[in-house]
């Protein structure tokens, strides 16, 4: 396998590799770009420095082709993105979003689905339990039962809204206006 063919297969995977050249230097190669060459960082006398300059070059695949060849690239070690981004994931019980395409990508990947997660998904949320491996172990709404999903299925919760009744944004409306408010919904006074 060249170096590329490398490059790829660890990027497929969710992984960033590290790499040395000849001069001992070392350069990160993370993501592809839309055209198709993969971004990088500098050549730098530490891993640590070159994390810090991550995604400032990129190279196409001849590029690195005959630059690895040339200057005896070799891969020194795959980097989780976990590594690299601050916070790790997310914390025991923090609430956190079930994306809509949570069934299908779990059922390609052979992760067993049931009604109770169907449920879930309906909710939109969860609660995070703990890591099974590279997936995600969630809690339902009332924490009575946890259920396996896929990281590309979870999400943070930004900035979380309250779903309330009707009647309960009446009230709170009569609160900051006084009693003389009504609401009209649809042409219909309620």
């Known amino acids: 396998m060249t170096i590329y063919e490398e490059l790829k297969y660890l990027r497929d995977r969710g992984y960033f590799a590290l790499v040395k050249n000849e001069d001992d230097e070392v350069k990160i190669f993370s993501t ?3 055209d198709g ?17 991550l995604g400032c ?15 005896n690239w070799q891969i020194v070690r795959p980097i989780h993105i976990t590594e690299i981004l601050p916070g790790r994931g997310f914390k025991e019980e923090e609430k956190v979003k079930i994306l809509p395409n949570a069934k ?3 059922e390609n ?12 998904v309906k909710d939109g949320y ?7 491996g590279l997936n995600l172990r969630i809690w339902n709404k009332d924490k009575s039962d ?14 979380e809204t309250k779903e309330i009744t009707l009647d309960e944004a009446l009230e709170l409306l009569k609160k900051e206006y006084g009693e003389d408010v009504t609401i009209t919904l649809k042409g219909e006074r309620i």
């Not at 060459?37 to 300059?53: F, I």
């Not at 969860?126 to 099974?132: K, T």
């Not at 946890?146 to 900035?159: E, G, L, N, R, V």
């Open 32 to 34: 592809e770009t839309s």
């Open 37 to 53: 060459n993969v971004r990088s960082s500098d050549w730098c006398v530490s891993e640590k420095k070159a994390l810090d300059s």
């Open 57 to 71: 070059t990129s190279y196409s695949k001849s590029e690195i082709d005959e630059y690895s060849k040339k200057n």
């Open 104 to 106: 299908e990508e779990c």
């Open 109 to 120: 990947l052979k992760i067993g689905w049931n009604g109770q997660m169907n449920q879930m």
């Open 126 to 132: 969860g609660y995070f339990h703990s890591h099974n």
């Open 146 to 159: 946890y259920w396996i999903f896929y990281p590309t299925t979870i999400a943070p919760i930004i900035k």
